[in-house]
């Protein structure tokens, strides 16, 4: 009876799920380590290093190979899970960040002391002790001058993406222009998702093309480097390049340190990916006509595309698909932590959230929050600050709403491109539990809403394609929805239909969101006159 296990590296914490597929589907285990409060001598808040500047987002990384020990070690005391019935692996981390390795890593992960902590036996391996992460924000230059030397048509049809700040390619230039002599020390360039993999298997992972489509490198149409962007990017780039390997790629198996030390057999690993690719495959999205919606550190709006198809506007992206096509997906970067700075704000917990909600009415009477207390990716905003249309800074359930409702209508705009009418949602993300949000998700998307047993839809979709990979190997593979059958079901209590008048209360407030976000970014015309007006409308 085999055990599969995924682990999803995140912003904020490291979480593993374990399931096992025989004689019943089910979710055997799930745990999530904090990095700030099991970690706190890296120093982080929330995953991050505090930084002086505002748009720069660091995160050690050595801290999540501490984590990784720590979470194995973990599974090892529990008791609960018989080890020796683990038959494969895989992970999910959150996308876009790079880990610098120097030419010891090789030699170091080869001859690791099971004896002694991994971390004790990392402090060589990296060129730069910081992981610029996905929030990064600060290498606008850098974007420029990839977009100068291609041409932003060419990147967003070979890549999937115009060049992005917090992209991988545009952070390693940055890294390559400011310190030539690290980037010289330079030997390997991982994701965070092939660095963590590469602890598993004690050698050198390569990427999956999910988790590539983040870099601005990869064609996504062949699968491999881009050579015009790798030389856009950085001098002699390529050979610094993990290899781009095929999501169900075994790359190894877990290697004598996790053996001897904690007693794991040597089973398969699977190549990990990004935390969004393999959402994708966790929350169910193996057909067109879905939405994921993610609610996390970042929210992210994903949907299954048989063929890419670029968003206009270009604030949007197409990412591989670990089951092989592609996905679209839209970032917005201030989810749960802008949701928690208005919690703070007006001294609630999620149940006084969840109460303002539900006594305060659909559409705000028209009053809007814009909640960009960081720089924002979608829409573009460089200058971080929330931004109040009409609402009354004392008002606490009032502000409560407006960041909701802002967030969501901004997800529905910013997210037409994806096509396919919207049949149902799948909410996933530690917010998906919040009811009162999934309504007005419903409202205005005008989709039924769902909701699924496992949290961590991440973590759930590593563990899946750990099983997918591990029957292939085997010779007997499986179809994806064979593969998720028995694990992605809709919980009971959730089905969340949309409310007619709701709906209709939304139609007239997206106008006002969309006049506020304009007038906030372009100086276009007063929205206040609309705001009025709706004001004024009967109820
Ligand atoms: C996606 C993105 C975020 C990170 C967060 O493009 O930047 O969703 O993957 O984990």
Redesign the pocket.
């Known amino acids: 009876m085999p055990i599969y296990l995924g682990f999803d590296a995140?912003?904020q914490g490291l979480t593993v799920t374990a399931i096992e597929t025989d004689p019943q589907r089910r979710i055997l285990f799930s745990r999530t380590l904090n990095y700030d409060e099991a970690l706190p001598h890296y120093g982080t808040r929330h995953g991050v290093l505090p930084h002086t500047d505002p748009l720069v987002a660091f995160s050690p990384p050595m801290m999540w190979a501490e984590a990784l020990d720590r979470m194995m070690a973990a599974l090892a005391a529990d008791g609960s899970l018989d080890l020796s019935r683990i038959a494969a692996v895989s992970g999910s981390?959150?996308?876009?960040?790079s880990v610098y390795c120097t030419a010891l890593a090789a030699e170091r992960l080869a001859s690791l002391d099971p004896a002694r902590a991994l971390s004790s036996q990392l402090t060589d391996v990296f060129s730069r002790s910081d992981s610029p992460?996905?929030?990064d924000a600060s290498t606008s230059r850098q974007c420029a001058a990839i977009t100068a030397l291609v041409g932003e048509d060419i990147l967003q049809r070979v890549t999937g993406s115009r060049a992005?700040e917090?992209?991988t390619g545009p952070q390693i230039r940055k890294y390559a222009e400011l310190d030539p002599e690290g980037y010289a020390r330079t030997s390997r360039i991982h994701l965070v998702s092939s660095f963590l993999a590469s602890l598993l298997v004690a050698g050198d992972a390569p990427v999956d093309p999910g988790d590539a489509s983040?870099m601005n490198l990869m064609d996504l149409n062949t699968a491999a480097w881009a050579e015009s962007l790798v030389h856009a990017t950085a001098p002699d780039l390529e050979r610094r390049l993990p290899l781009v390997k095929p999501s169900s790629s075994v790359i190894g198996t877990l290697s004598a340190y996790w053996v001897q030390r904690y007693g794991f057999p040597a089973a398969r690993v699977v190549a990990w990916s990004?935390?969004?690719p393999c959402s994708l495959v966790g929350a169910g999205l193996i057909e067109p006509g879905i939405r994921g919606v993610?609610l996390?550190?970042?929210?992210?709006v994903f949907a299954y595309e048989q063929e890419p198809a670029n968003d206009p506007s270009g604030s949007g992206?197409v990412?591989a698909s670990p089951t092989g096509q592609f996905m679209a997906?839209t970032?917005f970067?201030n989810g749960s932590l802008a949701r928690e700075r208005i919690r703070d704000e007006y001294s609630l917990d999620w149940s006084g959230f969840a109460h303002a909600l539900r006594s305060t009415p659909p559409g705000n009477r028209g009053r809007v929050l814009l909640p960009w207390f960081e720089p924002e990716?979608t829409p573009l905003v460089t200058n971080g600050g929330i931004r109040r249309y009409g609402l009354d800074p004392d008002d606490g359930p009032a502000n409560v709403r407006g960041i909701v409702e802002a967030q969501v209508l901004s997800m529905a705009r910013h997210t037409r491109w994806m096509g396919d009418p919207v049949r149902r949602i799948h909410a996933t993300g530690g917010a998906a539990v919040n009811e009162e949000i999934l309504h007005i998700l419903a409202d205005v998307f005008n989709a039924e809403v769902y909701r699924f047993e496992a949290g961590n839809s991440?973590a759930l979709g590593a563990a899946l394609r750990a099983f997918h990979a591990d029957t292939l190997t085997q010779g007997r593979p499986l179809r994806w929805p064979e593969v998720i059958q028995g694990f992605v079901v809709p919980l009971e209590s959730s089905g969340i239909p949309p409310n007619p008048e709701h709906v209709q209360t939304y139609a007239a407030v997206a106008p006002i969101h969309a006049a506020c976000e304009s007038h906030a970014l372009y100086g276009s015309g007063d929205p206040f006159p609309l705001i009025a007006a709706f004001a004024r409308s009967p109820a």
């Not at 981390?93 to 960040?97: K, V």
């Open positions: 995140s912003t981390a959150q996308q876009h960040g992460i996905w929030m992005f917090r992209f983040g990004g935390d969004n993610s996390g550190t970042s929210d992210t992206h990412f997906l970032c970067k990716i991440a």
